[in-house]
């Protein structure tokens, strides 16, 4: 689902309990010049339609920009 | 005269606070491992602030942090009237010597993981914010 709402982005989800606590560790070209809110606000935008259904309870985001070297 | 809103309310409380932590439970019995963790931050820093347990009201809360903020989840810190961030964003500012910065204050040396923290000292912070939904 990140994936999709952030085109381009290194996803990687980690389940911490049971599936309903999860860790997501993001990093996108879309983060680039975003404060950490915004950037964090992306991701839970993205997965809001699982809390919404109670399939996760909570989420736990790293984020960071992608970098272009 | 009309009665002011709860979100006008939490505007205030953001207002008048230079440090203000929205967290499930209060510092001393915190409800949820979030918050525990974000008032261990605090705790380390040894800076004064305000704590107000989101459980009492938490639908009507959500709903006035995220008119407020755009943000709906708890713990939620606001220092000098901005929203840093949930559990995460403190810890992440912590290590890297934001947070300090951002509150003017030393970053602390022998910084532990926030689990359990000991109060060698009382705690610095004022009593619990109640207020009516």
């Known amino acids: 689902m990140i994936e999709q709402a952030l085109p381009g982005a290194e996803v990687e989800v980690i389940d911490e309990s049971s599936g309903d606590h999860l860790r997501a560790i993001v990093a996108a070209p879309q983060f680039e010049g975003l404060s950490r809110?915004?950037?964090?606000?992306?991701?839970?935008?993205?997965?809001?339609?699982?809390?919404?259904?109670?399939?996760?309870?909570a989420l736990s985001i790293s984020t960071a920009p992608m970098g272009s070297d | 005269m009309s009665e002011p809103t709860l979100t006008d309310k939490v505007r205030e409380?953001?207002?008048?606070?230079?440090?203000?932590?929205?967290?499930?439970?209060?510092?001393?019995?915190?409800?949820?491992?979030?918050?525990?963790?974000?008032?261990?931050?605090?705790?380390?820093?040894g800076v004064e602030y305000a704590?107000?347990?989101?459980?009492?009201?938490?639908?009507?809360?959500?709903?006035?942090?995220?008119e407020i903020a755009d943000?709906?989840?708890?713990?939620?810190?606001?220092?000098?009237?901005?929203?840093?961030?949930g559990c995460d964003i403190v810890e992440e500012m912590f290590d890297s010597g934001e947070l300090a910065q951002l509150l003017s204050i030393e970053q602390p040396e022998m910084a532990q993981p926030s689990a359990k923290q000991e109060l060698q000292q009382d705690p610095q912070q004022s009593p619990p914010i109640q207020i009516e939904p």
């Not at chain 2, 709906?72 to 901005?82: D, S, V």
């Open chain 1, 37 to 57: 809110i915004e950037q964090h606000k992306l991701v839970k935008r993205a997965v809001q339609p699982r809390f919404d259904d109670g399939s996760i309870h």
């Open chain 2, 71 to 85: 943000w709906r989840t708890f713990p939620q810190l606001y220092i000098n009237g901005e929203l840093v961030g």
């Open chain 2, 51 to 66: 704590a107000l347990d989101v459980l009492p009201a938490l639908e009507p809360l959500r709903q006035a942090t995220g």
């Open chain 2, 13 to 45: 409380l953001i207002d008048e606070n230079p440090v203000l932590l929205f967290m499930k439970g209060t510092p001393e019995a915190p409800r949820c491992g979030f918050s525990m963790r974000t008032v261990g931050v605090l705790d380390q820093l």
